[in-house]
């Protein structure tokens, strides 16, 4: 069982950065990536950026560029730059342990034009 806690949302205009977190912790984990979702209001939870144990990271169309994830033994780190009023979604982490996805509870990213 693994749970995860995001942190480092909030308020910030548009072309601000900010930097989200996300801890894993529990008992014998085995996790072999780590990433971040994304669900703005009305809209689907999409895809933003994942990195596996192996170094590799991958990541959406609209965040290239812009945003990087980093991961660090249990943590995993998004660093997001020029922002866009169109990033505005609940950012939620997740994390892959043996086949079985796990999610944290998401932390809000609002960004004004």
């Known amino acids: 069982q693994v749970q995860l806690v995001e942190s480092g949302g909030g308020f910030v205009q548009a072309g601000g950065s900010l930097r989200l977190a996300c801890a894993a912790s529990?008992?014998?984990?085995?996790?072999?990536?780590m990433g971040w979702y994304r669900q703005a209001p009305g809209k689907q939870r999409d895809f933003v950026a994942r990195?596996?144990?192996?170094?590799s990271t991958y990541y959406s169309a609209s965040v290239e560029g812009r945003f990087t994830i980093s991961k660090a033994a249990n943590m995993v780190y998004l660093q997001m730059n020029s922002l866009k009023p169109e990033d505005t979604a609940v950012y939620y982490c997740?994390?892959?342990?043996?086949?079985?996805?796990?999610w944290g509870q998401g932390t809000q990213v609002t960004v004004s034009s």
């Open positions: 997740f994390a892959k342990d043996r086949g079985v996805d796990y």
């Open positions: 529990g008992t014998d984990f085995n996790i072999s990536n």
């Open positions: 990195a596996n144990i192996g170094g």
